[in-house]
């Protein structure tokens, strides 16, 4: 149990839909990831925040939107789902930056 | 931007020594870590390089060479659990996100 949790586990939603994936890091972790992993696939970098405020920006599309709550907790919006968004969704923590620790991810399936 | 290189398949047979190597182009590159997933699991952290030389946790061993941009994953004693893919990932001074090669396919075979 690497500390980070995600919600839900498993999402099927039609095209056209939105849906949004929540996330908890570890305690302590300011930092959050947000990975997209699709089938055989590499790890594909979407966003990242520190504290609340939006650090670093990856092949996210415009669609796509996140956000990390004075909790520290984070959520990522999925809009206008199409087929090609499904995908498994990782959240990760870390408190240097250097390792990273990622939660069981959030399958999402667009039908 | 930072880029990495790494082999998409290994086979080693139980018992053996493998190596996984990964090279990296980067701006700004600070460490190399390295993360085993197995199929439909979570990414979990298994070694970090900051400074050049090896790193050893257990089975696991990891390099670095900063001169040469270039990293290996040594697993030794292989055990068939540790059939997974193995992904290098690299972070930056600006301690943005990792980027992650493209992972390593091992197949354990008895």
């Known amino acids: 149990d690497s500390g980070v949790t995600q919600t839900p586990k498993h999402l099927i939603t039609a095209t056209g839909q939105r849906v949004t994936l929540r996330c908890s890091p570890r305690s302590g972790d300011l930092s959050v990831y947000w990975y997209q992993q699709s089938l055989d696939q590499g790890l594909q970098f979407l966003i990242q925040y520190y504290n609340g405020e939006e650090r670093a920006k990856g092949n996210i599309l415009e669609r796509f939107s996140a956000q990390q709550f004075p909790d520290l907790h984070s959520e990522l919006n999925l809009s206008s789902l199409e087929l090609g968004d499904s995908a498994l969704y990782f959240c990760?923590?870390?408190?240097?930056?250097?390792?990273?620790?990622f939660g069981e991810g959030s399958w999402l399936t667009v039908v | 931007g930072q880029s990495l290189e790494q082999p998409s398949e290994v086979t080693a047979v139980e018992g053996a020594i493998v190596q996984i190597n990964c090279t990296y182009q980067t701006s700004g590159f600070y460490g190399l870590s390295w993360y085993q997933q197995h199929d439909g699991g979570a990414p979990t952290f298994l070694s970090y390089?900051?400074?050049?030389g090896l790193e050893e946790t257990g089975r696991f061993s990891s390099f670095l060479s900063r001169s040469d941009s270039y990293g290996y994953l040594l697993l030794q004693e292989l055990q068939m659990k540790d059939s997974a893919s193995y992904f290098c990932?690299?972070?930056?001074?600006?301690?943005?996100?990792?980027?992650f090669g493209s992972g390593t396919r091992l197949q354990v075979q008895p």
């Open positions: 390089n900051a400074l050049d």
């Open positions: 990932a690299a972070s930056d001074t600006g301690r943005r996100a990792l980027t």
């Open positions: 990760a923590s870390s408190v240097d930056g250097n390792t990273i620790y």
